[in-house]
């Protein structure tokens, strides 16, 4: 039988934002409720070896870290379901969620934590090297490739700052594109080809990655040239997939601006999004950092703003007269 849930805070998403936002939000007793959603943990949970996580002088794994927080969480007071919302009805406060099993969520206030997903080709062996030499954030595992032959596969902005930015690892980067011109902004094509240690391959997709050794991880990369169809191989031992990401809004459009990519919009300077009493934390928000740090650090703001909100609106709630 379906159930109705009610809190003060809602939150939807249980990666580093949805989870740092339920510690403060329990902290300061507003008995969260976090809805888990079809990932509980969100990416850090698709995630190896993570080291630029503060607090850990040693590499840790990122499951473990999700595990830690949600018991943090847990532990302030915050509640955990394992549940997946469908519907959403943001006319009115309390706001209305619906999840896939029929159960109704209440919230005085909603906070949406629930994160974006990186682009990928698509393909069998992609899959299989996934966390084996393939990445899709530079910033995240650049790190374990010092020294290594690193692939970049992309044309936009993101693919052109992370071929950028690995070039602090690595004195052989490759930009593999599948046309013959870039996307991405001129000021930023222009320090890519006058970087002495990146090449930019054209006309080119990537047909399958290779793997090799013991361990298996990439070795090599298949491309197909799109006019040609030639096969060429290059040699890679680091690969990463720079080909955008999509948040996790589509629940959200009708009900909430949005920019032109889909992420939700908020105010500079906070998480209020265009409807009062929901705030947005997190990669759903965020497409130019896309950290775990900075994640937890927009759901602090949050549940910050939040409790604020609640504290200066006049509002009774339905937990108050049930």
Not at 63 to 74: I, R, S
Not at 187 to 214: E, M, S, Y
Request: hydrophobic share 40%; net charge negative; glycine share 12%.
């Amino acid at each position: 039988m379906a159930e109705t849930h009610r809190t003060k805070m809602l939150i939807l998403g249980s990666g580093p934002a949805g989870l740092s936002a339920a510690i403060y939000a329990a902290r300061a007793g507003m008995d969260p409720i976090v809805v888990q959603g079809i990932e509980p943990g969100g990416q850090l949970t698709t995630t190896t070896e993570v080291e630029n996580y503060p607090g850990f002088a040693d590499v840790i794994q990122g499951p473990w870290l999700m595990e830690q927080m949600q018991k943090q969480a847990e532990n302030c007071g915050a509640k955990m379901v394992w549940d997946s919302i469908v519907d959403v009805d943001l006319t009115k406060r309390p706001f209305r969620m619906t999840g896939d099993g029929g159960d109704e969520y209440l919230g005085d206030v909603l906070v949406i934590a629930t994160g974006a997903q990186a682009r990928w080709l698509g393909l069998e062996s992609e899959t299989l090297l996934r966390g084996k030499g393939l990445s899709a954030c530079a910033t995240c595992d650049g790190f374990f490739f010092r020294g290594k032959k690193i692939a970049v596969v992309g044309g936009g902005n993101t693919a052109v700052e992370e071929a950028l930015y690995l070039t602090n690892h690595s004195d052989d980067v490759t930009l593999i594109h599948r046309r013959d011109e870039l996307r991405a902004e001129k000021v930023l094509q222009d320090r890519l080809f006058a970087h002495p240690n990146i090449t930019v391959l054209w006309d080119k997709t990537v047909d399958k990655f290779v793997g090799g050794g013991d361990p298996e991880g990439l070795v090599a990369i298949d491309l197909k040239d799109t006019k040609t169809d030639e096969i060429t191989q290059i040699p890679a031992e680091g690969g990463f997939i720079a080909i955008g990401h999509d948040p996790a809004t589509a629940l959200f459009k009708g009900h909430l601006e949005l920019d032109e990519d889909n992420y939700i919009k908020v105010e500079p300077g906070s998480t209020r999004t265009s409807v009062p009493g929901v705030f947005a934390c997190g990669d759903v928000m965020d497409k130019i950092y896309r950290q775990a740090v900075t994640a937890a650090g927009t759901g602090c703001m949050a549940a910050l703003d939040a409790e604020k909100f609640l504290a200066e609106t006049e509002f009774e709630s339905e937990l108050e007269t049930a």
